[in-house]
């Protein structure tokens, strides 16, 4: 089992910055990947950024240039820097994770981030 623990959202204004937390259980050097999600009220969950046990990160076109995801290997953290907030970014932040390619997901409880306009 791996426990995942977001901190860090809250409300900004557009243009404002956040940055999200996530503390892992495991060593998440050795997870298949590891990453945030997102839902917007009456929308599906979307696949915001991963980075990989190899370090390639992967981003949703629509944050690409505002967000950045890294990780602390020797906290077992993730984080995403959010830069240049958009009222469309607002949703529940979720962390996401896989140890191997045969595991199930793991999730977050979610935390809220809110962009007002």
């Known amino acids: 089992q791996v426990q995942l623990v977001e901190s860090g959202g809250g409300l900004v204004q557009a243009g404002g910055s956040l940055g999200l937390s996530c503390a892992a259980s495991?060593?998440?050097?050795?997870?298949?990947?590891i990453g945030w999600y997102r839902q917007a009220p009456g929308k599906q969950r979307e696949l915001v950024a991963r980075?990989?046990?190899?370090?390639?990160?992967t981003y949703v076109d629509s944050v690409k240039g505002r967000f950045t995801i890294s990780r602390d290997t020797a906290k077992n953290t993730v984080y995403l820097q959010m830069n240049t907030l958009k009222p469309e970014d607002t949703g529940v932040y979720y962390c996401?994770?896989?140890?191997?390619?045969?595991?199930?997901?793991?999730w977050g409880q979610g935390t809220q981030v809110t962009v007002s306009s």
């Open positions: 980075i990989t046990s190899g370090g390639r990160t």
């Open positions: 495991g060593s998440i050097s050795s997870f298949y990947f």
């Open positions: 996401n994770a896989k140890i191997s390619i045969w595991s199930q997901e793991y």
